[in-house]
């Protein structure tokens, strides 16, 4: 593809620098005018009391629908155009030959910013442990991939701001990276499916982002938001729905009798209700939005998360492919315990 | 010409499957089409993001579904 500058060019740079300068401008105005319009229409035109429950259920409904929905937009764009200059063979690259422990630190670092869907997560693996990369540096990647997902952090921001989102990174940073050293020390090579060792890498190595133009990368960015939005619609309503009922119809406080701080079990049940729930985070996130504002604490909510989200039962029967049913156990059972110790730790420092 | 579509049944590799053949009629290339579905399989060819498409065992594209038309600048310089 040339490079060089010809008028045409540089007029269809400029065309697509303001189109996306406007696309921003939009974004903000809906943002900003989200509340005010269904204050307005539901309080107003409709005639509900908003601190009634009916009238602040419904205003919250549609209130969060909008508002997620234009985080998620706005976020998944600009992650996924970020990401497309990154790639899984780079991050191969990248880990060869790195000692355990830098190892955990460069995958799980690299698994937040790795663009990764988990179907891809056996070939992934398969790709990684064939090439030499250690078990342990694989898992860390694995782990931290799902874990810190841009959807969770788009919501996570718009819902709670900087500070929670800081503290799910991070978290999800630690946690893989510890997960994955303990599976390293373990040593447990021999529950792996024995063929992935086994796999020879024929063949030149493609890296899946060479040759890429801003306008593919964009094209890429809006692909990424329609998809993952048709793929998760139904999930964000049945979320938003279930938040706006406790929003509108649990007492306040409600939460904070039962899983408040005084009680010493609430993170380890949130953690055991949360791991075999399969959600992404646009479904849990709305109904920990509720949750919170009734009392219940963060660091609860954050473990209830990350349970949900980073192991799920399709990606299990996706990894038993590859991975033997002890070694699935010991990945379920390590990153549990660490989120559970996350949970409490929010909950203490907090 | 023999082109395969790595993948496991994704989206992704119906749509890559879809914009192949595509191309390939459009091209008038009377080409093989298969699907290969076992992970061992897709692995060793190199590949870590599916969907995948190989063209007569070269892997020429992995990771994205491209557009008919991107297939068919992929396929043209391969037609012998």
Redesign the interface.
Known sequence: MSTATTPDTRRHSLKRRGGLLIAAVIWWALYLLNQPFWDWLVGRVVGLDLTSRLGSGVQFFFLDTVKILLLLAGIIFIVTVLRSFMSVERTRALLGGKREGIGNVLAASLGVVTPFCSCSAVPAFIGFVASGIPLGVTMSFLIASPLVNEVAIALLLGLFGIGPTLMYVGAGLVIAILAGFIIGRLKLERWVEPFVFETKLRGKIIDSTAGLTWDDRIQMGIEEVGSILRKIWPYLLVGIGLGAAIHGWAPQDFFARYAGPDNPFAVLVAVVIGIPLYSNAAGILPLIDALYAKGMPMGTLLAFMMATVALSLPEMILLRRVLKPKLIAVFVSVTAVGIVGVGYLFNAIL | MNIKILG?G?S?CVNLEKAAKLAASELGIDATFEKVTD??D?????????PGLVVD????????VPTAAQVKELLAPLMS
């Open positions: 496991s994704c992704n992970y061992a897709i692995a060793s060819y190199g590949i870590m993001r599916t065992e070269e892997v020429v594209l992995s990771g994205r």
